[in-house]
Structure formats: C-alpha cells, structure tokens
C-alpha cells in the first residue's frame, strides 16, 4: 500500500479547493514547508500570505479577514494553533461563528524526534469544547485531501488536523467526504473498533487479525469527532455490545471521551480507550513511539480479546 | 473643521456620555472610566468620517471600526444608537439577559458591531486581517480599531503592530485612547507601555499624537492618515478617563463601576447642564 502524510493532502486540497473557491486566503506562521501550505503558496502565491511566530496573530487575522466573507485557512502545528492561539481561536473565531478553517499538522506523538513539546495530544479535546466548532481527523491522505475540498460547503469554524508521519493510503481516488458521517469499514457483531486518524489503518489491520482468531470485530472510522456520528455509534454499541476507541491523542476529551458520552447518554456499554494515557511524549522515531504508547494493531488485537472475553 | 460641524459634534459626544451613564447605571456594571475617554472620538468617527449606513450594517464597501478595546461597549453602543443603528432608548437593556447589548461587543447579535471583542488585544489582530482582506480585493474601505493604553501591554498586539507595517496596511488607523489608567492603577506604574509613540515608530508605523477630546485636531489626523502610503498609521490621543462626568474624571475608581442612583443623577444633572449650554449657543 502506498504511503503518504495526511498534510500532503492538506497541501494539495488547499490548491484542489482554489479552484472552486477563487476567495480562499491561506494563512502559515513561518512553518509553509512542514504544513504542506507550501505547495499552495506555490500554485497562488498571491492568496497565500505568512504571519511569522505568531500564531495567536494569525488566528485574529483569519478571524477579521472571514469577516469581510472571505474563505480562510489557518496553519501551523496543532500545538500552536490548537494551544498557542486557544483564546483568539475561542473568542475571535469560535464566539462570532466566523468561518475560518484551522489546518492543524504534526498532531499526536508521531511527530517523533522533536518531543515533547511538538507532539500535541490535545488538540482535538481543546477545539472540541469550543461551541459550533466542527472538528475533523482524516485517516489517510485522501480523506484529507476530500476533508479540505469539503469546506468548500461547510461555512463556519472547523479544526482540521493532520499528521507528519507518512501512513497507508488505503481509500480509493474517488471516495467522498461527508462532514459528521462515521464509515463502516467492516462489519462485525463481537465488539466495535473506532478509530481515528492514522490509527484507521491499524484498526483495519487488527479487525483482519481477530478474523483470523474467530473475533468478528465491527471496524468504524470516525473522522468527525464533532458533530460526531451518534446513530452510528448507538447502533454500534446496541449491535455489538462492546466498544474501543483508538486514537492518536489523550484519552481525556478526545475521541474516546466524544465515544463514550454518546455512549452513556443512549446505550450504555463497557468502552475501552486506546490512546495516550495522560502523560506527556518524549523524542524517538515516530514508529517506535507508536510501539511504546501502544497505538499498533497488534494493541488493539490484545485489547479486543481481553474485552469479548471478559 | 467648521465651527458649527463642531458644535454639532459636542453634542454628539454629550449624548453619547448620556448613554453610557444611562447604560452603566442600569446594568449596575460595566465601564464608565474608559468609555467616556473615548466618547468624542466614536462621536467624530462615527458622525463624520466613517462611510456607515444604519439600514444597511453590513454593506461589504462600508468602512470598519473594530472597538479593540471592549470594554467601551456602552461607548460604542451609545454611539451606534445615536447614529441610528437601534434605538437610544435600548441602552437601558445593557447587560441584561434578554439583551442584544452584551457586556462586549457582540458582532452577532448587535448591528454596526463590526468585530466581537472583549479579550484585550484581539481587536487589532482583526482590524489587520479586515485591512488585509480588502487589500486583497482592492476594496476602498477603511479600517479604524481603537485600543486602550492598558490593553497594549498585551503581546499580540506588537504581533498585529509587526505585521499591519509589513504588509502596508496603509487602510488601517489605530488609534490609542492614552487615558494614561487602567484597573490597577496608573499604566505607568503597573506596566509601562511608554514611549507609546517611539514603539508604534519602530514597528514601521506613521505616528501622530493629538488631544483626544479636540475634534480639530481628529480631522487634522485623520486627513494626515488618509494621505500616508504603504504604511498603517496610529493615533496616540491623550485622554482624561471620566471625560465629562467631574466626580469620574481622571479617577481610576471609575474604571470598572456604576453610578448608583445618587452619582448617576448628579452626572446626568451636569450633562444635562451641559447639552443644554451647547444647544443654546448654536440656536
């Protein structure tokens, strides 16, 4: 299977999204080069215009220029978008419900070598307490890329987040995105896997492996964590009984905690989160980082068994 | 400028100070101190110069002004009902909670809000993103966002401050009302933002320090901006925080009270007094 960062897609949505959207503005804080804004800036470098270090700026700029009906992407690394910039993000974008699309890359511990402080676990539980604010996790490079050219419809504030790491491509070219619909990627009646992002691709791996050890895993991706998808995930639990949630980032606010509150409030059901278990990250190859917080196939294979059995 | 443009500015300005007494004290909150400071200055912009029309708030060509400085709101609010926007009458809702006028500005809810602000220094970093948007589409709209001299202690405005100059954004006018007191004291003691002027100098911006309360020297200023290429520009106005309300006037206590009935009455008695003068001597 091919491999590809999901900000390449970000890179090459935001030049596909020009086309049908010729008011777009992109935004970068002096990172074009690693969010992929770069090959945007490329194609029209008169729409893309850079703010330095300084994030908290960039997000009052996007704000003032949606004002004005302009569509606008923000970019940085999720830390500094999602973290750096929160209050302007709340206040000047969230709170006046201005459409401005936030491209958060290098999200979740993959980002490797520069730790700790690079590797954002928290974005998604930050953006996700922000009112009408929509909250997208693309599993591979084409969901990515369908993901941006999706805002071409979707009018107010989003997080998109992507990664650095190169991962499975595994949709096909002519999948289509549709903003708050979770997909069924193999059916199954013992337990449901739901995943997020890069760990879309174990999940499908791992629901491959229980199949071949007699557990008929249901596998779903979630790439809307808000809105997200609670008849899907009602049906799940009813229909299975069981869930666990994978992700890329903290198990507080994030997918698992979104999973779990549809889950209480509907249909309760015993759900297990995978994802980082409240610590911070530290430098390392980004494959073996993924190892160590147990964010692997083989993880969930461990996970899922220790689940239908007990 | 023409005396009796000047005249009918006073007044203006009077009235405005009438609204923001009536507001505070109706709310039992809010902040008289830093609205009356900026009252002749919304008076002249919003009177005047800004290309504003109330039947039509969010015309696309329509000049910005972004109230950088949030907690002015019964400013701005009092001046967008005397320019039409909504009803005078209106200010006595302020803060309550079936009403549109929000403690800060509320560009949602309330017509002629042209930026929600609240939280110090993000008005700025807007303002520059609105001059940016219309550089962009070669627009002919103008840009004003007022800030306080307090609020300038925050980083993200010298972050707005860098890029506005380097971007040229000479559609852009900030003004800073150097009322010289914020909550905690005198600006001087609790944060120095001094020299105001040196500062906006070295972030690449046209400088022009005036008297916050002479109209005379607004028009002079705005003129002086209007004619200033690739380069944004500030006006630092030297203002006295309570302008208008004696017992207020340069007393940080007013910073972020109301009036109670007693103060409130003495301070419309002398607005009153004081409309009532001007009104005589242009009739």
Known sequence: ?310 | MDEVLVKQLEIAAVKIRMGIIEGVHSAKAGHPGGSLSSADLLAYLYMHRLNVDPSDPKSPTRDRLVLSKGHAAPALYATLALRGFFPMDEMKTLRKIDSRLQGHPDSKKIPGVDFSTGSLGQGISGACGMALSGKISCDSYKVYALLGDGEIEEGIVWEAAMFASHYMLDNLVAIVDNNNLQIDGKVSEVMSPYPIDEKFKAFGWHVINIDGHDFNQMEKAFDEAEKVVQKPTVIIMKTTKGKGVDYMEDSVDWHGKAPGDEDYERAMKQLREHLAELEGSVN
């Open chain 1, 1 to 310: 299977m091919d491999k590809k960062a999901t900000r390449e897609g970000y890179g090459d949505g935001l030049v596909a999204l020009a086309e049908i959207r010729p008011d777009l503005v992109v935004l970068d804080a002096d990172l074009a080069a690693a969010t992929k804004t770069s090959i945007f800036k490329k194609a029209y470098p008169e729409k893309h215009f850079e703010c330095g270090i300084a994030e908290q700026n960039m997000m009052g700029i996007a704000a003032g220029i949606a004002s004005t009906g302009k569509l606008v992407f923000a970019s940085s690394f999720a830390m500094f978008a999602t973290g750096r910039a929160y209050e302007i993000v709340r206040n000047s974008i969230g709170y006046p419900g201005l459409n401005v699309k936030i491209g958060g890359t290098h999200g979740g511990i993959s980002v490797g070598e520069d730790g700790a402080t690079h590797q954002c676990n928290e974005d998604i539980a930050l953006m996700r307490t922000i009112p009408g604010m929509t909250v997208i996790n693309p599993a591979d490079y084409i969901e990515a890329k369908a993901a941006v050219l999706a805002m071409a419809e979707h009018v107010g504030p989003a997080y998109l987040r992507f990664g650095r790491l190169a991962i499975p491509v595994y949709n096909s070219p002519d999948y289509k995105f549709e903003v708050g619909k979770g997909i069924t990627l193999k059916d199954g009646k013992d337990v449901t896997i739901i995943a997020t992002g890069l760990m879309v691709a174990e999940a499908i791996e791992a629901g491959k492996a229980l199949a071949e050890q007699g557990i008929n895993a249901r596998v779903i991706n979630i790439h809307t964590i808000k809105p997200i998808d609670r008849e899907l995930i009602v049906k799940a639990a009813r229909e299975t009984g069981k869930i666990i949630t994978v992700e890329e980032h903290s198990v507080i606010g994030g997918l698992g905690s979104a999973v779990g509150d549809v889950v209480l409030e509907e249909y309760p059901v015993p759900v297990v989160k995978i994802g980082i278990q409240d610590v911070f990250g530290h430098s390392g190859a980004a494959k073996d980082l993924l190892v160590e917080f147990g964010l692997t196939a083989e993880n969930i294979v461990h996970t899922a068994k220790a689940l239908v059995s007990r």
